[in-house]
């Protein structure tokens, strides 16, 4: 069985990982991001339908208060979304610039174990 709490969180891991997947690789305006928002949410509604989720749904309606974790689980998936939203707008807006590139690919080299550095041109 599982808690409101759990619930929660595998929608939020659910939510996120559709997310991340959908980015597209362009700015977007307001409203696409909205309209990105509610995409992503259709797609989680869709992949319901198919075997591995029956598994969660079982879950779910076998728990205690079975409303409540759907109601979890849903509010979940909307706040991984949103929260994959806001990380890559982030990243977006930090890769507009040429310094925002060198820091961010200086930050994932330093952070991947074993990466060897680029080799420096001369006169930079």
């Known amino acids: 069985m599982t808690s409101q709490r759990e619930a929660k969180a595998i929608g939020y891991d659910t939510g996120y990982g559709i997310a991340q997947m959908s980015w597209p690789p362009r700015r977007m305006t ?3 991001v909205e309209k990105f928002i ?4 259709e797609g989680e509604t869709n992949g319901r339908q198919y075997s591995p989720f029956e598994f969660t749904a079982s879950d779910f309606n076998s728990s205690r208060y079975p409303d409540e974790v759907w109601d979890a689980y849903d509010a979940g998936v909307m706040n991984g979304i949103r929260a994959c939203v806001r990380d890559s707008m982030k990243k977006t807006k930090i890769l507009r610039t040429k310094k925002g590139v060198k820091t961010f690919v200086r930050r994932a080299a330093a952070r991947t174990p074993g990466a060897a550095k680029a080799p420096r041109r001369k006169g930079r």
């Open 38 to 41: 509610d995409d992503c949410a």
């Open 30 to 32: 307001k409203e696409g």
